[in-house]
């Protein structure tokens, strides 16, 4: 009986070829769709399960108020780990990392004992020997217990062992960073590559050289490992008590003010499982690294749920819609005495062997796009061929969708009855009409809120890639790995001001995009001392002509000079955040004190954008000091390669043991938001399926209406029926349910598009101009996908109609 089942239900595949295509077509491209964001979604859900006791592993984090609003940090004083670990029995370890670059995380110029060469490497990370075990950090060459020690040790990973060493050898061998041979690192071990889906991704590792045990700097992750039956709330809890023990004495001896004192009282210390880091990490935390979003999981996996529904959508319209080329079938088949399981058994394995076709054909359409996918998604996804859960995991999915696609329309063909088949009074598919129609409402519902969110989230780009942002960014090259000039650096920099195309010039990585060095420090007004309201504020190093370069405007007082001696001593240019925030009205030649260092305010710059736009602008401050990260060089108007052929020039000769390094600062604030790009890229694509899905349905249930209605038509041609009342009769009630999706998508698609602009502190306004043209492009996409069967039938030969029945 099976062996039967598959052969009418390859019969009935190849019996209408166009309803067949786009069945298996439709499934195929939904499928794709489906297993594309599985495996994003697997990706992303992924990060940091790699740990043999992931369960155990922790990063502290602090939460507490700051004039009335709720501030969150990772970043911790240095003897914060010593005391988790000697004060609480539940904390088997506790160890420190540190990603800042001005501690020597980052990036380095680098190059082997006896060469001259350097390389220019990224992902360097300082560590302690306990953050190390912590980590479960795996040596192939090297001793576990011992690797980072030594305050001139530095493990490596297998991938850049292989690149210096030609034997993958390293143990023992000498390593320069930024061309300092006073300061040579011994090679202590050869790491595995850190997966890259980890939230901490580094091919360096250096031990943290930093001694200042002290209670008021806070610049290190801190990671705990814990004990198997630890209770982390109570254990937070009892971690209250380093506040009082160990916070607070530190800051009294500073003569802190009793406001501060109540500021720090607030505090609370969390432990954030390390599985959560890259999900579930709060923009608060700051923690400057690349982190994924839980909302865009379910976001992706919502998409994923739609496309696949609305091809299983397809399948039962265009199954029910067929249901009279089947009728007679099932009437004779009851009549010789075909039972309704054996009806139901028939068309259900018609449902599934279009559904197993589909799930290979979507499979290897998947394989084929996940190449592209992951240039937009920036991930190395690899289709997992060689798991053993994969292809069982198809199969089920396959008999799975098959089955619940086609139960429907099996019962529903099934339950004909005989006598109404045989006597022609079946109604020709009207029964389910009503049913098609609303599944035609709910494809192009989602498809329509697809198509708003896309607008939206391309003109949320456009604005934020468009925004002043209170400095210029454009014709400005930022040369990285500068710090190896050394005492060369003024020379160079005068060389490069001497270039015809070189307007300006400053020397610091103190930038306002991500990857550059930050420095926060506490700020209050100089004459209140230790009594005074302390506020949080960045303070820059830069030089003279920082303010140049990069086009900030003063709006009161005066620019650094070398005019002034004491511009290099205790001047302050802030922004006009940091005069709001002190409570300033007249700012000038007002003194501020920072840590016992006093300063005098001697410009104040407007606000500008030094984070991505999903944060506001806080405070900062300017002062002059020595910084050689990276030199930024403003052009002039004209020949971009002329002039950085030019620059190279200098450069090769002052380095000319070091390649140029330069990204263009427009790019780098570009990169910021690469997030909100790529999550842009997925959206528009998975909307493209989604739409294409739709269409295809549209198209076929098109092609049956008119399939169903060519007598009618042809008698209305004989009649003298003009064109046009051809067309608008097989068009009207189509576009009846299009609006009626565009008028259910609207208030969807507002509600879900507003929610995710509140993530960022500067956004677009949603307008009715992009309900308009979302609706638009529906209505332009479903005119066109219809008028193809509707104007072939306004332009039938009437006697070709008739004569067909």
């Not at 043999?52 to 602090?62: G, L």
């Not at 071990?189 to 031990?207: E, R, T, Y």
């Not at 709060?282 to 690294?289: E, F, N, Q, Y």
């Not at 956004?763 to 979302?774: C, K, N, P, Q």
């Amino acid at each position: 009986m099976f062996k039967n089942h598959i052969k009418i239900a390859w019969r009935s595949i190849k019996k209408d070829k166009l309803f067949t295509t786009i069945k298996i077509g439709g499934f195929a491209v939904g499928i794709a769709a489906c297993l594309l964001i599985a495996l994003f979604i697997r990706n992303e859900v992924s990060y940091d399960q790699h740990y043999e006791k992931k369960n155990q592993i922790y990063r502290v984090v602090m939460q507490g108020m700051f004039n009335g609003e709720q501030v969150k940090s990772t970043h911790f004083q240095l003897p914060l780990a010593d005391a988790l670990e000697a004060d609480f029995p539940e904390i088997i370890k506790a160890g420190k990392v540190n990603t800042i670059e001005i501690f020597g995380a980052g990036k380095h110029a680098m190059h082997l004992e006896g060469e001259v060469q350097n390389n220019f490497e990224e992902g360097f990370v300082l560590a302690d020997q306990e953050a190390f075990d912590i980590l479960e950090i795996q040596l192939e060459q090297g001793n576990t217990a011992t690797a980072l020690t030594n305050p001139k040790s530095i493990v490596i990973s297998r991938t850049k062992a292989d690149k210096y060493f030609k034997n993958g050898k390293a143990i023992g061998e000498t390593i320069i960073l930024d061309d300092d041979s006073a300061k040579p690192y011994t090679v202590t071990g050869i790491m595995k590559d850190v997966p890259k889906n980890s939230h901490l991704n580094f091919d360096f590792l250096l031990p943290i050289e930093d001694t200042r045990m002290s209670w008021t700097n806070q610049n290190y992750f801190t990671y705990v490992l814990v004990d198997e039956q630890t209770n982390i709330q109570e254990l937070e809890k009892k971690m209250l008590s380093i506040i009082e023990d160990y916070v607070i004495p530190a800051q009294i001896d500073r003569g802190r003010a009793p406001d501060f004192i109540e500021v720090l009282r607030t505090i609370e210390y969390k432990l954030q499982p390390i599985t959560d880091i890259h999900l579930y990490s709060d923009i608060k935390m700051a923690d400057g690294l690349k982190h994924g979003d839980i909302r865009f999981v379910w976001l992706f996996a919502a998409i994923a749920g739609f496309v696949l529904l609305l091809a299983v959508i397809n399948f039962i319209n265009l199954s029910t819609a067929k249901s009279a080329n089947r009728a007679k079938e099932v009437g004779l088949r009851k009549t010789i005495g075909a039972f309704k399981h054996n009806l139901v058994a028939q068309f259900l394995t018609e449902s599934v062997l279009f559904s197993i076709i589909s799930f290979v054909l979507g499979v290897l359409l998947a394989w084929a796009l996940l190449p592209s996918f992951n240039t937009i998604a920036a991930k190395t996804i690899a289709m997992p061929w060689s798991a053993w859960w994969f292809l069982p995991v198809l199969l089920i999915a396959s008999l799975l969708v098959g089955a619940i696609a086609g139960l429907y329309p099996a019962f529903y063909l099934s339950a004909f009855k005989p006598v109404n088949v045989l006597k022609g009074s079946l109604s020709i598919g009207g029964k389910s009409a009503k049913l098609r129609s609303g599944l035609v409402v709910f494809q192009f519902t989602t498809s329509v809120i697809l198509i708003i969110g896309t607008l939206i989230i391309y003109q949320q780009m456009d604005f934020i890639l468009k925004k002043e942002l209170g400095y210029d960014k454009e014709q400005v090259v930022v040369l990285e790995g500068a710090g190896i000039l050394r005492n060369r650096m003024d020379s160079f920099k005068e060389q490069l001001l001497a270039l015809p195309q070189v307007k300006s010039a400053t020397v610091t990585n103190y930038l306002p995009v991500d990857g550059a060095s930050r420095n926060g420090n506490t700020f209050r007004k100089a004459n209140e001392g230790n009594e005074g309201r302390g506020i949080p504020a960045q303070i820059w190093r830069v030089d003279y002509d920082y303010i140049k370069t990069l086009g900030l405007k003063l709006n009161a007082g005066r620019d650094f000079s070398k005019e002034f001696a004491l511009d290099s001593i205790n001047s302050i240019v802030i922004n006009s955040k940091m005069v709001q925030e002190l409570g300033l009205t007249d700012p000038i030649g007002k003194k501020l004190d920072n840590n016992g260092q006093a300063f005098t305010i001697i410009g104040v710059v407007d606000d500008f954008h030094f984070k991505s736009l999903k944060e506001d602008i806080s405070s900062l401050s300017l002062v002059i000091g020595k910084d050689n990260g990276a030199v930024s060089v403003k052009l002039n108007k004209g020949n971009i390669n002329q002039a950085l052929a030019s620059i190279t020039g200098v450069w090769n000769k002052n380095v000319p043991n070091q390649a140029i390094n330069y990204n263009f600062l427009d790019q780098e604030f570009t990169r910021m938001h690469d997030d909100v790009q790529r999550m842009g890229k997925i959206f528009n694509s998975f909307a493209l399926f989604a739409i294409f899905v739709a269409c295809l349905g549209l198209f076929a249930l098109s092609a049956f209406m008119v399939e169903q209605r060519k007598k009618e038509i042809s008698i209305r041609l004989v009649l003298g029926a003009p064109f046009k009342s051809i067309y608008q009769l097989l068009t009207l009630d189509f576009m009846k349910l299009i609006l009626i999706s565009i008028c259910i998508a609207i208030p969807i698609g507002w509600y879900l598009m507003n929610r995710w602009l509140q993530d960022f502190a500067y956004h677009i306004t949603i307008g009715w101009g992009i309900f308009l043209v979302a609706s638009g492009i529906a209505l332009t996409i479903a005119i066109i996908t219809i008028s193809y069967q509707s104007i072939g039938a306004a332009l039938l030969q009437p006697l070709k109609g008739l004569r067909s029945e």
